[in-house]
């Protein structure tokens, strides 16, 4: 074979650029690939970064207001504990004008819009919703999901706060533990998979203490309301 017969063998691309041409074939564009490069590498380097390390770091993980509201229940338990570093996640846009400034007034503490939550290392994610799913890494920090509304809602045929979405790729739950108000809840999710009976821990209903303690102010209310 002589140089002209080499150089007239067609050149192939360089091996990075045909992998990138197929991953961006593969994902349907550079955005849509950035942003799983992104996923995939900001919680490998984020443990290396810098955060409060005398501290336990928490993340409160709001993707709406009204989780929002379900997870400041918890946020004023813990609000006032030194050991303890807080921050709350904010939405990539918001729902309706000024939601994202509902969370921040109930949340007054450090806050992050939702992409930016994958570069830090986190002691704690605390969450009130099926969401965050590529955040959720048992490997790399616990999870703690608390109730909202009733654990017997059903969502396409099966109970929404025990179904698909507490479960990760592999098959397993993805929360160290659940909340859940009272043992019928626990006897619920273990009817429908035994492996909730080391996750799932009764703790009560803090907006039903709420509306107890409310009770010894009851002559004063129905007064206010013109009920005698």
Request: net charge positive; proline share 4%.
């Amino acid at each position: 074979m002589t140089r002209d017969d080499i150089s007239a063998i067609p050149k192939q691309p360089h091996f990075f650029k045909r992998f990138l041409r197929a991953a961006l074939v593969r994902h349907r564009g550079p955005g849509l690939y950035l942003r799983k490069v992104y996923y995939w590498l900001a919680p490998r380097l984020g443990r290396y970064l810098p955060w409060h390390w005398r501290k336990h770091n928490i993340l409160f993980f709001c993707n709406s207001p009204i989780m929002a509201s379900y997870l400041h229940q918890i946020w004023e338990l813990l609000q006032n504990d030194s050991r303890l570093s807080f921050v709350v996640s904010l939405p990539q846009h918001e729902e309706w004008q000024g939601s994202i400034d509902y969370i921040r007034d109930m949340f007054p503490t450090r806050a992050l819009k939702k992409r930016w939550v994958y570069a830090f290392r986190w002691d704690l994610i605390i969450l009130a919703d099926h969401t965050a799913g590529k955040l959720l890494d048992s490997q790399r920090c616990p999870s703690l999901r608390i109730m909202h509304g009733t654990p017997g809602k059903r969502v396409d045929g099966e109970v929404y706060a025990f179904g698909q979405g507490a479960y990760d790729k592999m098959g397993k739950i993805r929360y160290a533990r659940m909340f859940v108000s009272n043992h019928s809840d626990k006897a619920l999710g273990i009817s429908i998979d035994s492996a909730y009976e080391n996750v799932l821990a009764v703790v009560g209903n803090l907006e039903h203490d709420k509306l107890l303690d409310a009770q010894q102010e009851r002559e004063h209310y129905r007064q206010q309301l013109g009920l005698h």
